[in-house]
């Protein structure tokens, strides 16, 4: 399993009217580190679109633990996992968690994704490039 940890700080358009990060921010926040994971590792826009392959999202659990705020340093990290479970795997799991200055977590989500075709407009196998896009 590879891990993968960026660092972000709460802006006050994160934030909902009982002043804390707004519950659809989180999943926007998760959003960009996956992004960031994969861009840095060379898999961004221009990749997805000359291969024709992108994740996608296909289910998400996410748990709130503590109220994150204005100007809060966080660490958000991304564990991806895969390792097939049986033959010809197309759906894996990838565990996110939003992590204060105190070390706590705040949120964690787990989602469950796939690689896209986007011409034969189904889920594959993992390709070579995805495996290094997410680290292993």
Known sequence: MTRFETKVTIR?????????????TYMEL????????????????PQILEYKKGPVVLDCHIRFVKELKARDEI?????????????????????QLMI??????ACEAVYTYGLFDMQARRLVE????????VGE
């Open 12 to 24: 006050e358009t994160h934030l909902d009217f009982f002043g804390h990060v707004n519950n659809a």
């Open 30 to 45: 998760f959003e960009e580190a996956r992004w960031d994971l994969i861009t840095k590792n060379g898999y961004g826009i």
């Open 75 to 95: 660490t958000i990290t991304v564990e991806h996992d895969l390792t097939p479970t049986k033959p010809n795997q197309k759906v894996f799991k990838l565990r």
């Open 100 to 105: 204060n200055a105190k070390g706590e977590i």
């Open 126 to 133: 993992p390709t070579p490039e995805w495996r290094r896009a």
